[in-house]
């Protein structure tokens, strides 16, 4: 029932962290299709108290690493907070790291992000989502941006990341404000993973554009 809906949606917001973080193992991953990752997030101000968020970022970092993933944003669990995190190890060949730019990245939390591009360059590669499971298309992103945030400490983060970490910060920056990866993407390169292990596991997708008929950024 509606009422029941937004009964449920009116709750505070540590009631429904306290839920999630009551059942064992990972967080459920909530899928696209649900209006959790079509809102825009609530900034966070203390809506979770210190040990409540301690715990809520312990589960995402647990719930990212079993799904496996590099990132995950708190609407993505179904909390609709400003928060994401992000960690890379980037287990990938050289030839990947040299084209994509694609180097480890420590575990990070990230509150009340913002990003903006710094230069004109965008890089487009084929990027997926937890929460669109089994796909994954092309998406031109600024080559590199500089990030402000704060850390789950409260103090300020301000960093410049390039390649692969800028594509992940602006994935997971953008969950938070009800942007997911298909909003930017090339739709003509929308690939089932099947396809992708077949055809498209280049380092670039240069050959999936050329065969799929789509332009990348110049």
């Known amino acids: 029932m509606a009422y029941e809906r937004d009964r449920t949606e009116s709750r505070p917001l540590s009631d429904r962290v306290e839920e999630l973080l009551a059942h064992e193992g990972p967080l459920p991953i909530v899928a696209a299709g649900d209006p959790v990752l079509r809102r825009t997030a609530e900034p966070f101000t203390g809506q979770l108290d210190p040990a409540l968020l301690a715990r809520f970022v312990a ?21 609709s907070l400003r928060i994401a995190v992000i960690e890379d190890p ?62 789950e400490h409260g103090q300020a983060v ?12 602006q994935h997971e920056t953008d969950h938070l404000g009800g942007t997911l990866y298909l909003d930017r993407a090339e739709l003509r390169s929308f690939s089932s993973n099947q396809a992708m292990a077949d055809r498209w596991n280049d380092p670039t997708p240069a050959r999936a554009a050329r065969d799929l008929g789509f332009l990348l950024p110049e």
Not at 62 to 74: E, F, I, N, R, S
Not at 132 to 147: E, I, T
Not at 158 to 169: N, T
Request: proline share 11%.
């Open 59 to 79: 589960a995402l970092r647990a719930t990212m690493h079993a799904a496996p993933g590099v990132g995950l944003a708190a609407p993505q669990v179904g909390v």
């Open 158 to 169: 301000d960093e410049e990341f390039a390649g692969w970490p800028a594509r992940i910060v």
């Open 90 to 151: 980037a287990p990938v060949p050289e030839e990947v790291r040299l084209a994509r730019g694609r180097v480890p990245q420590p575990f990070r939390v990230l509150v009340n992000p913002s990003y903006e591009a710094v230069g004109p360059y965008r890089d487009a590669f084929f990027e997926g989502c937890l929460s669109v499971p089994g796909w994954q298309a092309v998406v031109a992103r600024h080559a590199k941006v500089r990030l402000r945030a704060l850390d």
